[in-house]
């Protein structure tokens, strides 16, 4: 190599490396970095921030407290209520089901739960009156698992906790309950609706649902620690929830009161389907993984790629503005799902990565909210394709 070529060389060399080295810059090694002013300043009490590719972990970051008071060190492993993610898994369960050709999205709910025929839909309703009408169609099992299909949140009955009744209990009672709108055409965020379908597994398997989902999602994945009774060892690993005080400027714990407690009871509290998994990071990263792998993971496939595309497409009409698919919501280019206490998983297919977001909190004092997004922005920077 010529002399001035030798240098042309270096020179450019040492440009990209200036350039890579720049890139990377404002990418901090750790997560941790970015989220721990947010728990000095008070507005987040702890959280688990994971990040993965269809393969393997990329990174395990944790930040903050799992318990204020008790000065107790949010840990990697620690347990947190997942809430409505649940609904993903649950009709990821459903998917499995059509793809073995026993039930089709576009069958009637009727079909296996004649509680529900004649099911009416309201067509004026005001304080003195309601008047019913019948719907132009039954609900379908498409239809419940998109939000869709005018079922309410939950029933009347289903007071003061959700899991307080046996799923076919809880399901007869949206069956006597009239539809809100008419099926197809409005969105209405539905518990009933994903615990209907949950159902259906029961009806068609003939077996629990819970046992359903264990035998068939949790132990193949390995997803040791996903539970709607956690153990006592699990209950101690459980992050405590907090939201903003009076002030508005700390935190304050309270309870999990959509649930009934002790958590550990499965005498008297019930699988919720669309809402009552408690479970881990790094188990919830496995099931995203699957996902993300096309509904296949380490060799084993539990989906075809028929059902993830239904499970991750948009479902919804155009003509509302909610984006949703099969018990997921979706975006342009991610599809996940978030729970009540503000945990969220996500996937990215283009690039190639799940965030997963653990946190206990039902709202945040001062910028708090904003760690979630931090924490995103800081996984696609570092690791998105």
Known sequence: MQPHIRILTILILAAVTFHIKNANAGSPESVAAVLQPYVDR??????????????????????GFADIEGKKAMPADAMFWIAS???GMTATAVMMLVDEGKISLDDPVEKYLPEFKGQMVIAEKDDNHV?????????????????VSGLPFKSAIEVPVLDGLPLEAAVRSYAMTPLQTEPGTHYQYSNAGINTAARIIEVVTGKKYEDFMQERLFD???MKDTTFWPSEAQVARLAKSYRPDSSKTDLAEFPLNQLTYPLTDAAHRFPMPAGGLFSTAQDTAIYCQMLLNGGEFKGKRYLSEAALKELTTRQTPEAVKQR???GLAVGPDWFGHGGAHATNMEIRPEEGIVTIWMVQHG???????EAQGAFKNWAREKYGK
């Open 42 to 63: 008070h507005e987040l009490a702890g959280a688990v921030a994971l990040v993965a590719d269809k393969d393997q972990i990329l990174s395990v970051d944790t930040i």
């Open 363 to 369: 709202g945040f004092p001062g910028k708090g909210k």
């Open 324 to 326: 949703y698919g099969l």
């Open 131 to 147: 008047l019913l009408r019948k719907p132009s169609h039954p609900i379908t099992i498409r239809e419940v698992l998109s939000h």
């Open 220 to 222: 193949p994945l390995g």
């Open 85 to 87: 993610q649940s609904k």
